[in-house]
């Protein structure tokens, strides 16, 4: 456990409550979460997830955007429904790629746990997307990857992440209580 380490879990569990509360703050904090994530998945050779967190910062300044102007008129966000065949082909793109990236990691790097690796980062990229398009369904497929990650980061000897992802199940939870609570307020009565 390194101080990078401690810092990189303090801010990253600010960033998850910041998005389960659909705070747009989440962000920034979020952007800066991944930054410091991508320097220790360098350190421990889990390449996929330091490209992960590089993915992330892309996808976190789309998420930042679609955000910022999916807001009502009191500036909630919306949360939007997420329909079974965007479901259908957002967890085929998540399979295709962990086939793709494992395939990859496995032949050409060092990685220390390729096919796990691969999978969960291609699997977060969806959750991540979802987040960012506002599906409340992003947190159940989250739950998933996070409760996937802890082993992970446990056999790496990662105990403060892996802790951290233990957490973030708990936040995960938490967002999709929040979230569909907030789609059913927001559909009128027929």
Known sequence: MSTLEIIAVAVSFLGIWLTARRWVLCWPVNL???A???KIFLDVRLYSDMVLQALFGIAILYGWIVWARGKEENGEIVVETLTPGQACAGLAIGAAGALAIGWIISRYTDAALPWMDATLSSFSLVAQYWTARRHAASWLLWIVVDACYVG???IKGLWLTGGLY???IVL???GYTRWRRAKHAAIPAV
């Open 32 to 34: 800066l979460a991944c």
């Open 166 to 168: 233990a957490a973030m």
């Open 152 to 154: 992970m980061f446990a």
């Open 36 to 38: 410091l994530y991508f």
């Open 172 to 174: 995960a939870a938490m």
